[in-house]
């Protein structure tokens, strides 16, 4: 099968194997006149090759089409719903007017065009054909004008809607709609995002564009644009790339482009790769076979969720291979991941051919010798909100993988057990500079930035290099100035039903109409003022766990998590763990302020329990293969962890070990107290091996035996010079681990 990358660059190629023939489609005419010669010249060099073996030379005026494959009508139900003619849906063959008979003459013209036996019958054929085809698809495309306007998009005329290039499958292919339609399609969409990005406008005007430095494309843009005629062009460009967009938001023909994830439907980006995979599956019938070209966000990103669904409970996935790109593309990042994937759309998947490559494609060749067997089991568990695919390095991952999933997701409520729920900024280091002061002596209560924690660490005695804190805030006595009033005022408006008293109440309590105004008679009706901020508890009031936002799954540790001293705020760059879940009831609702309401979600043997298990190399290890460079609040909430409670075998070893590695210091003499006078540990080379058997335990706590713990130890990303993660404590880790096989969590 010809591919042409220059020619076919932003549909596919399609495939009927009862014709033998290729079909193609591509927004720009150049490269439809491109494709069709490199398929000439491929025909001819058959026939120098084996002139014998040749068949007749097929006619591709009506093969390689050009128009924009994302705007007009894919198939008959589209065509009789919009003509109000539920007839169409009989292609032909049956009672009615069926779609066939109404563009018999289409289909008509272009057999005739080629079973031509002369260039005089095959251009008024040609000429015929166009004629009825255009005909048609000025009728249709009234209809694609109507769906502009009625999603609110009048500005689009019919001189717009031309220039926009609609593309009718059902005129521009009849014949391949009465035959049963594409065997096979082969796709290499774009990767671009749909904005008015200056990239894709400029390079018309200067060619060095995309590869000058931000600061010269700065300066190329204000030369450019100082010229009237490319300043109107520009502004004409930005506001139909927003039009498409619009309408492809709007549209109804795109059902997979807007996942929910966490409960909240993802921001679109109008991703082109996205649409056109999903334009594909609408063109395939049941038997077609798929396979595209994807950049990596279609099996990375939230907003490929529904498509990454579709793949798995709607077709027959086969193949599904990852490249890292390592110079595979040129001018592309090495480190850009991409994918190929092949399906068959119809039926389900219940194990997933895939595999992993980085700057090397002979996987293509010899796929059936190294691909490995994914269970879609394990894809719809691994990453249950989101449904992200993991990379399939090795089986030896997926098979670890099976055991991270038999656990529930760290933000799943399971009965009355702790769960995770995180607050991802209290404060903006940008937006809430007016309440930061960097002046010791000028604040009441520090002010946590990412850099001021590790693991198990909050302040820079401890044996990392952490840097010491330099923002503080002022108590609330003084509101204008206080983050504490800040981050109280943030809650007391909030919609999060885990942190907001008002929704809360609203929920518990049958709520009807507003909120504010149900809660407040309620609580007249218990002898009690209107709701305020001082019902609110602020979490700051308990010890809790931090988070840093900002990492990447190649630094030494991706989760890094600490307990952070009580009366503390903390920035943008850590989410926090809420240690309150809002319950109120009805003895609550007299109380002022309603501070009663907020039950605690851990017990303190919980607390560092789950501080152990989110600082332990398993959950690192999962999470690096989930995420890129920050911690995103559905992946970290969707990831496995062992629901450790007081009664299991492993809590007391992981909880004690890391109240041990995080109670240091005057702040945590109170929890020393309250967990029965622990010994902190401080000195370097003690904290080493409980770090090392709190590591060793979690392996347990997942249920991984001896060769999955030894797999993900040798697999764990190394870095260089690290502080802690080196071969003798991945050795010690092991030892340990051993030692637990053996024993068991002896105190």
């Known amino acids: 099968m010809l591919w042409s990358k220059s020619a076919l660059s932003v549909v596919s190629l399609y495939f009927c194997e009862g014709s033998h023939d290729y079909w ?117 495309n ?113 059902e997979l482009q807007k996942p929910t994830v966490g409960g909240q439907t993802v921001a679109t980006e109008t991703d082109l790769s996205l649409l056109f995979f999903e334009r594909v599956t609408q063109l395939a019938g049941d038997q077609s076979y798929v396979t595209q070209i994807m950049p990596g966000n279609f099996f990375l990103g939230a907003t490929a969720k529904d498509l990454r669904e579709y793949i798995i409970n709607k077709t027959e996935l086969e193949h ?104 991802m900024k209290e404060l903006d280091r940008a937006n809430d500079s007016d309440l930061l002061i960097e002046q010791q002596e000028d604040g009441d209560y520090p002010i946590y930035e990412g850099k001021n924690m590790h693991q198990f660490a909050y302040d820079d005695t401890s044996v990392f290099d952490i840097n010491p804190i330099s923002l503080w805030g002022v108590d609330e006595d003084d509101p204008g100035r206080s983050a504490k009033h800040r981050v109280r005022m943030k809650n007391f408006r909030s919609r999060d039903p885990d942190a907001s008293l008002k929704k ?47 990492t990447n799954s190649t630094n030494e540790r991706t989760l890094i998590a600490g307990v952070i001293p009580k009366d503390t705020v903390t920035v943008h760059s850590i989410a926090t763990v809420r240690p309150h879940v809002v319950e109120p009831t009805e003895d609550d609702l007299g109380n002022y302020p309603m501070h009663s309401a907020y039950e605690e979600v851990f017990t303190d043997e919980e607390l560092f329990v789950v501080l152990g298990l989110l600082n332990s190399i398993p959950i690192d290890y999962l999470m690096r293969t989930k995420i890129d460079t920050n911690i995103v609040q559905y992946k970290l909430n969707e990831t496995q962890l062992p629901r450790l409670t007081a009664s299991d075998n492993w809590f007391n070893w992981i909880s004690q070990r890391a109240a041990r590695l995080n109670c240091y210091g005057d702040e945590f003499s109170e929890m020393r107290d309250r967990l029965g006078g622990i010994d902190p540990a401080t000195d370097a080379q003690k904290r080493r091996e409980l770090q090392a058997e709190i590591d060793a335990a979690a392996f347990h706590a997942y249920g991984m035996n001896e060769e999955e713990t030894k797999f993900i130890l040798s697999d764990f990303y190394q870095v260089d010079n690290p502080k802690l993660m080196d071969d003798p404590y991945f050795d010690l880790v092991f030892e340990k681990y051993s030692d637990l096989d053996e024993e068991g969590p002896y105190p």
């Open 320 to 423: 599904f291979v990852q490249f890292e790109n390592k110079d595979l593309f040129n001018n592309v990042d090495d480190r850009y991941h991409f994918a190929i994937c092949t399906f068959r759309n119809s039926g389900s998947t219940e194990v997933v051919n895939g595999g992993f490559a980085s700057g090397d494609a002979s996987i293509l060749i010899n796929f059936d010798r190294d691909s490995i067997d994914i269970p879609s089991e394990v894809l719809a568990e691994y990453s249950p909100e989101s449904r992200i695919f993991p990379f399939f390095r090795s089986q030896e991952l997926i098979d670890s993988l099976s055991k991270f999933v038999d656990h529930p997701p760290i933000g799943e409520k399971v009965g009355d057990d702790w769960f995770v729920s995180l607050y």
């Open 24 to 140: 193609g489609v591509d927004i720009d005419q150049g490269a439809v006149e491109i494709c069709k010669l490199r398929l000439w010249l491929s025909m001819v060099a058959d026939i120098e090759d084996e002139p014998n073996e040749v068949e007749p030379l097929p006619n591709i005026d009506f093969n390689i089409r050009q128009g924009n494959t994302l705007i007009g009508f894919t198939d008959v139900e589209e065509v009789a719903t919009e003509s109000g003619d539920a007839s169409l849906s009989n292609y032909g063959g049956g009672t009615g007017t069926g779609i066939k008979e109404m563009y018999e003459g289409v289909i008509e013209a272009i057999e005739r065009h080629q079973d031509a036996t002369s260039s005089k019958v095959a251009t008024n054929a040609r000429k015929l054909a166009e004629s009825r085809i255009d005909s048609h698809s000025e009728k249709l």
């Open 504 to 550: 809360a109440i609203y929920n518990k309590f049958g709520g009807s109409g507003s909120q504010k105004s149900f809660v407040n008679d309620l609580l007249e009706q218990h002898s009690r003022p209107e709701l305020s901020k001082e019902d609110v508890l602020l979490d700051c009031t308990k010890y809790r766990i931090a988070i840093r936002k900002i």
């Open 142 to 254: 009234e209809k694609i004008l109507k769906q502009f306007h009625d999603a609110g998009i009048e500005k689009v005329d019919e001189k717009t809607l031309e220039e926009y290039h609609p593309f009718h499958w059902v005129i521009e292919f009849p014949t391949i709609y009465r035959d049963g339609g594409f065997d096979i399609i082969i796709g290499n969409p774009p990767w671009d995002v749909l904005t008015p990005d200056r990239s894709h406008f400029f390079p018309k005007y200067d060619e060095r564009f995309r590869t000058r430095p931000p600061s010269e494309k700065d300066r190329k843009e204000e030369e450019l644009l100082s010229n009237p005629d490319i300043a109107a062009e520009y502004e004409e460009f930005k506001k139909n790339m927003q039009i498409r967009s619009d309408y492809y938001n709007s549209s109804d023909q795109y």
